[in-house]
C-alpha cells in the first residue's frame, strides 16, 4: 500500500538560508509571530496542515534554516512595530523533531528569545524538548509548553502519526515539566472522527492530563483538504476499518462530495463539533483543568517607531493573561 512518506529510508536533511525567520499572523481575535526553524517534518501525522503541494517531500526531506538564530536577532534589533506578541515555536513544523539532535536550532532561537524578553509558545509532539528542560524552567514566567497528543492507543497512533513518540512516553515527559514549574497544556488537536474521537480515548487523555499536571487541555476537530483526505483514506486502510462506510460517514459528516476540490478547507459538521467539544469541556473542568489557553491580547502601537529599550518595553507572557 502506497503510504504518504517513503517507510524505507529515513527522512534526509539539506541546510536551507532563510530570508525572514519571524512572520506576524492574525487568526481572528488572535495575533502574534510563528517561527519555524525547520521546513518539513520527520514525524510523519497523516493530518498535517503543514503539507501542500510546494512541499511534497514534506515528510521525507527536512530543511534547516541554518541561519536562523543570527536571523532572528537581526530581526528582533530591527522591530519598528511595538512589543513583540508572544512566538509560536512553531507553527509549520515540530521544533524538537530529531533533526534538532543535529542542529540545534530551536534551542539556539530559544536563547534568542530569552535574551530579549520575548514570550513564547512551544508546540511539540516530541519529548527530546527534554534536553532543554533547564532552558525552560530559567524562564517558566515567560514561557507555555504545548503538547498536541491525538490518541492514547498505540495501534492508531503507529498508523495515524508513525513518527510521533507513543502518549505514555510524552505524559511521563509533561508530568516532569510540570513538576519543575514550567506550565504545560495539551491540545488534543486534531480530533479525527471515527479514529480518536472515541469517548475511552478522550477520556484516556483527559485522565492522563490530570494525573500529569496538566492546569490546560483544549481540542479541535480535523479540517479536510485533499491531500489530508488521500491520507485518511489511507489510515482507514491501515487500520482496517470498514473502508467504504467509513468514507461515506465522512461525506456526511464534512458535507461533500467526491473528489475535494484544491481551494477547499472543509469542517466539520457544527452540530456534532458543538455537542462533543461541550462534552470535552465538561470533562476537562470536572478533572480541576482549564479548558482555554493564554489568551493574546493586542499591545500598544509603536508603529515607525524603533525599540530604543527592547527589555524595558517588552511585555511578558502574562500581559496576556
Ligand atoms: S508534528 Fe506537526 S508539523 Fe510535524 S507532521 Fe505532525 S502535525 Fe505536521
Known amino acids: 500500500m502506497d503510504l504518504w512518506y517513503n517507510k524505507d529510508i529515513a527522512p534526509i536533511f539539506e541546510n536551507k538560508k532563510s530570508k525572514s525567520i519571524f512572520h506576524h499572523f492574525k487568526v481572528g481575535k488572535y495575533s502574534g509571530n510563528t517561527l519555524n526553524v525547520y521546513q518539513g517534518c520527520q514525524h510523519r501525522c497523516g493530518y498535517c496542515y503543514a503539507t501542500y503541494e510546494w512541499s511534497p517531500e514534506f515528510y521525507d526531506k527536512i530543511y534547516a534554516k541554518y541561519n536562523a538564530p543570527e536571523l532572528l536577532e537581526n530581526e528582533i534589533k530591527n522591530w519598528r512595530s511595538g512589543p513583540i506578541k508572544p512566538v509560536m515555536i512553531s507553527s509549520a513544523t515540530d521544533a524538537y523533531q530529531p533533526a534538532e539532535l543535529k542542529y ?23 519529548t527530546l524538548i ?19 497528543i491525538t490518541t492514547n492507543d498505540e ?10 513518540p507513543p502518549a505514555s512516553v510524552m505524559f511521563k515527559m509533561i508530568e516532569n515539566f510540570a513538576k519543575n514549574g514550567i506550565r504545560c497544556a495539551v ?13 475511552r480515548n478522550i477520556d484516556e487523555i483527559i485522565v492522563n492530563c490530570q494525573k500529569a499536571g496538566v492546569k490546560n487541555v483544549f481540542g479541535a476537530f480535523l479540517r479536510l483538504r485533499y491531500d489530508i483526505w488521500y491520507r485518511m483514506k489511507i489510515v482507514f486502510k491501515l487500520l482496517d476499518k470498514d473502508y467504504e462506510t467509513s468514507v461515506k460517514y465522512y461525506n456526511k459528516l464534512y458535507n461533500f462530495t467526491e473528489p475535494i ?61
Open 104 to 126: 540545534e536550532l530551536t534551542r539556539k532561537c530559544v536563547k534568542v528569545l530569552q535574551k530579549y524578553n520575548i514570550p513564547y509558545y512551544v508546540f511539540t509532539k516530541s
Open 130 to 148: 527534554s534536553r532543554d528542560l533547564e532552558l525552560h524552567k530559567n524562564y517558566r514566567d515567560n514561557c507555555f509548553i504545548v503538547w498536541s
Open 155 to 164: 495501534t492508531v497512533r503507529r498508523s495515524l502519526e508513525p513518527g510521533t
Open 187 to 199: 491540545n488534543i488537536d486534531p480530533i479525527v472522527p471515527l479514529i480518536t474521537d472515541s469517548i
Open 261 to 321: 476540490q484544491h481551494n477547499r478547507n472543509l469542517t466539520i459538521d457544527n452540530n456534532y463539533e458543538i455537542n462533543f467539544l461541550y462534552n470535552l469541556e465538561t470533562k476537562v473542568r470536572k478533572n480541576g483543568m482549564s479548558i482555554d489557553f493564554p489568551k493574546l491580547r493586542e499591545g500598544r502601537s509603536y508603529k515607525n517607531s524603533k525599540f530604543k529599550n527592547i527589555d524595558k518595553n517588552q511585555l511578558t507572557l502574562t500581559n496576556y493573561n
